[in-house]
Structure formats: structure tokens, C-alpha cells
């Protein structure tokens, strides 16, 4: 809290010797439902005696604005959060929403950045994912397994064919703003201070971006000074190390995209030394730069991996509460881990759709192995356009199978879960 009172305090100060400073809005707010069916958490209603499914109606807004001091210099301060308007019960006590939503807001964004296009460097609380893919979320860059709000600092500087970056991480806000998957970040909320409680260690990554065009090659390393909670026994420090491989031919109307990831982790459980692996290939094929296809594959060998709930990943069937409750999603994982980075297993998946660069903007994907899942989210710009203020309606399906049975609450994950969307949003 002494961290933030000093950003707070930098920020009015800033604020107040502003003058004719360039002020830009950023951020959205929107409505979000979810409704669970066909084996999804149930609670029996007391009024009629009938079995009651997962739902949950919420209101969410990320506000903000960012400040230009010099054509160099800016500031930001903005505040997030979401409350649940309707919710069904997850068990006697406790409502579906507020297992969703723990807290209901934070300071999302108090920082000061520098930026002169060739060298950027900021610190407070601020957008990680649009401070290093830019705000099209189009820049390249090696940084794939981090998303969302942070508490820390990075620093990105690029030439014409060479990028280094490096970050740390204090701490993390508890929504799910991943790279490609509408209206996630809507669907939970938790406090910088609630990560905090769960994960007490520093994280640090780095890398190098090696970007000529058409190949792009991305090594790095990472860090993680203590996973758990001081308290927890296992896992504590965590160093990963990997590379991002990307092939982008165009020729004509078409474009092919092919990535390849590898993940290599090192750590330590009841003084045993886990060594994860992670492969994972995927190819896209872009027409006219609005429809895609494409398929894609991830291993593991016998270990799972240890990550912070994000990724690049396509798919929708996971999604945090914001605890550790692994339970209260409509999705299949909890801590940050979804089961396709578990040990031993292997999840094959097609795709196709439309870019959000178009007015309708549609993701379907079927994916099978250790991990099955049938998704179709699309959403619709009903004003404004796609890089500027616009309000879009959305709504999916989604259906997902794990390999996992909790005996608790009588949940078959051998069966398939089945969960409708959806969502309204008004982006500034």
C-alpha cells in the first residue's frame, strides 16, 4: 500500500502542473452473463426443490486517463472493477458472483512512463500487454506469458531488427485481460492485494527480439523468487527459460503464420527438482487479412507447468474466480494453470473465424487430446470503429471435457461442461 500512496501522490502532483497536457481516455465498461448447463456446478433451489445452474450477471468498468506532460513524458492513473447484479448459489453460502468477484475494485493503472519510439520504460501500475504490443495490440514482441495490469516496472527498447526487454512483476491484478479472447477480461475480478496474498515473490523475465520481417526469433528467461505463499509448503522459486520461432509469408490475399513456442522450467516440490517441458506449435492462415484458419498443437512432458493464468492460447474454456478455488468456473482450472500445461498431456485444436479488424469479429475452435473443447464467441461493432471508441455486443458458447472429477460437488469432468456468454461493451 506504501508503493501505491507514493504513485497516487506522484500523479496529483503531476496532474496538478499538467496544464495544456494532452489527456486521453482509455478503458471500457460493460455487462457480462454467464449461464452454466449440463454438468456445471448446481445448487438446489429452496422455493421449488429443482436443481439450479451456475449463472451470474455483472457490470464491469476499467476508467482511466493518460496524461501528456512532453511529446516523451506521460502519466496515467485509472481504477477497475466489477459487481455481480444477479447470481445463483455455488453452495449454501456462498453466490456464484462473489466467488467471481472476491473484491469489487482496485487502482488499476498509477504510473509514469517515458517514450521516445525507440526506448520506452515505465513503472506503477499499468497494462503490461498494451505497454509491449502496442495499444492495436499489434507490435511484436517475445513477452507471451504475461497479460493484463501489473504492479512493477518493464523497459522495451527496439531498432530496426533488434528489441530487448525486461520486466518485474510485484504483483498482479486479478482479471483475465488475455491477448485474443473476447470479453475475458470481463468475467472475474480480483485486488493487486489478493495476488498478492496467494504469490509473495518477485518475478523477473527478459529477452530479445531478433524481428527481419518475415522471421521472427525470441529468446528469454524468467524468474520467479517464491510461487507460493511463504506459508505453503513446495514450490518456491521457479526459473523458466524458452524461445518464440515466428515464420509471416504473405503472398497475395493469403498469409501464413506459423509460431513456435518452447517453455523449459525448473523447480522444486517437497525437496524434488521438477523439470517441465513445453512445446507448442501453431499455424494461421489469414485471407484478405480478415478470415483465419489454422490448427495447433501443445505437449508437455511429465511435469505441469507453473504460470500466471496467461497466455496467447485460443481457447475460451477456462476462466479465473479470482481465487483458488478450482471449482467455482465455468472453465477447468485454478491457481493460473489450465490443464493443457498439465503434466503428461497433449491438446490438438482447429480454428477459424473473422478479424477483429472487420465489423463482426467471430472465433470457432474444437480442440481434443487431454483437453476437449467446442467454442464459438463472436461479437458485433454497433458504432464507432475498431481503433477508436465503439460499443460492441457479444455472446458463445462454449463446451469443455478435462480429465479431472471432483468428488466434492459430484462434478464429472469426464463429461462434457457446457456454459453460455454473454456481453455488452463500450470501449473509450
Given amino acids: 500500500m506504501k508503493k501505491l500512496s507514493v504513485s497516487l501522490t506522484l500523479a496529483a502532483a503531476l496532474s496538478a502542473s499538467a496544464g495544456a497536457a494532452e489527456v486521453n481516455p ?26 439450479v445452474g451456475e449463472a451470474y450477471a455483472s457490470v464491469a468498468a476499467h476508467l482511466g486517463i493518460d496524461v501528456g506532460l512532453t511529446s516523451n513524458i506521460s502519466f496515467g492513473l485509472g481504477f477497475w472493477g466489477g459487481l455481480p447484479l444477479y447470481e445463483t448459489y455455488y453452495s449454501s453460502l ?12 482496485d487502482v488499476s493503472d498509477a504510473y509514469l512512463k517515458f517514450d521516445n519510439k525507440s526506448t520506452s520504460i515505465i513503472g506503477g501500475r499499468f497494462d503490461v500487454g498494451r505497454f509491449y504490443h502496442g495499444e492495436d495490440g499489434k507490435d511484436y514482441t517475445g513477452m507471451d506469458w504475461l497479460w493484463g495490469n501489473i504492479q512493477g516496472a518493464a523497459f522495451n527498447m527496439k531498432s530496426k531488427n533488434i528489441g530487448f526487454w525486461a520486466l518485474w512483476m510485484n504483483s498482479k491484478l486479478g482479471v483475465n485481460g488475455n491477448y485474443n479472447r473476447m470479453a475475458y477480461d470481463m468475467a472475474s475480478f480480483g485486488t493487486f492485494s489478493a495476488f498478492k496474498h496467494n504469490h509473495v515473490g518477485e518475478v523477473f523475465m527478459g529477452g530479445i527480439d531478433f524481428d527481419y520481417d518475415v522471421f521472427k526469433f525470441s529468446p528469454y528467461v524468467m524468474y520467479d523468487t517464491n510461487y507460493q505463499h511463504s506459508n505453503a509448503a513446495g514450490t518456491r522459486s521457479v ?16 498469409e501464413s503464420i506459423t509460431t513456435l513456442r518452447a517453455l523449459w522450467q525448473q523447480y522444486e516440490i517437497a525437496g524434488r527438482d521438477i523439470s517441465p517441458l513445453l512445446l507448442w506449435v501453431d499455424e494461421e492462415l489469414v485471407f484478405n487479412e480478415i478470415f483465419k484458419v489454422g490448427a495447433g498443437y501443445i505437449k508437455t512432458n511429465d511435469y505441469g507447468v507453473l504460470l500466471y493464468g496467461n497466455d496467447k492460447s485460443r481457447f475460451y474454456g477456462y476462466r479465473s474466480s479470482g481465487t483458488s478455488d478450482i471449482y ?15 503434466g503428461n498431456s497433449g491438446t490438438y485444436y482447429v480454428f477459424a473465424g473473422i478479424k477483429p479488424d472487420s465489423r463482426l469479429e467471430l472465433d470457432l475452435l474444437f480442440a481434443g487430446g487431454d483437453y476437449s473443447e467446442f467454442s464459438a464467441v463472436g461479437q458485433f461493432r454497433l458504432l464507432g ?7 460492441k455486443v457479444g455472446a ?24 453460455l456468454i454473454a456481453f455488452l461493451r463500450l470501449s473509450l
Fill in 385 to 391: 470503429q475498431e481503433d477508436k471508441a465503439n460499443l
Fill in 396 to 419: 458463445g458458447f462454449v463446451s469443455t471435457r478435462g480429465y479431472n472429477w471432483d468428488a466434492n460437488n459430484s462434478i464429472d469432468f469426464d463429461k462434457r461442461r457446457n456454459n
Fill in 94 to 105: 456462498t453466490p456464484v458472483g462473489d466467488r467471481f468477484y472476491p473484491q469489487n475494485w
Fill in 26 to 51: 482509455f478503458g471500457f465498461i460493460g455487462g457480462y452473463y454467464s449461464q452454466g448447463f449440463s454438468n456445471m456446478p448446481t445448487q438446489t433451489s429452496a422455493t421449488n426443490n429443482k436443481e
Fill in 328 to 342: 467455482s468456473s465455468g472453465g477447468i482450472y485454478g491457481a493460473g494453470n489450465p490443464l493443457y500445461y498439465g
Fill in 239 to 254: 526459473l523458466s527459460a524458452g524461445a518464440k520461432a515466428v515464420l509471416d509469408i504473405k503472398g497475395g490475399s493469403v
